[in-house]
């Protein structure tokens, strides 16, 4: 992975994420195998 790259989705590697939204509302940290599920149900 270069510099500049992000992981995401089933490339990150962390057990917690910090999910924002677009329009930069914090959602706040949540367990990994959540964070999918809570950005779809927001549509992000």
Request: proline share 5%; net charge negative; hydrophobic share 35%.
């Amino acid at each position: 992975m270069s510099t500049g790259e992000y992981r995401v989705n089933e490339r990150i590697r962390a057990r917690e994420v910090r999910l924002i939204t677009d329009t930069n509302e914090n959602l706040g940290v949540v367990p990994l195998h959540q964070a999918p599920q809570l950005a779809a149900d927001r549509e992000l």
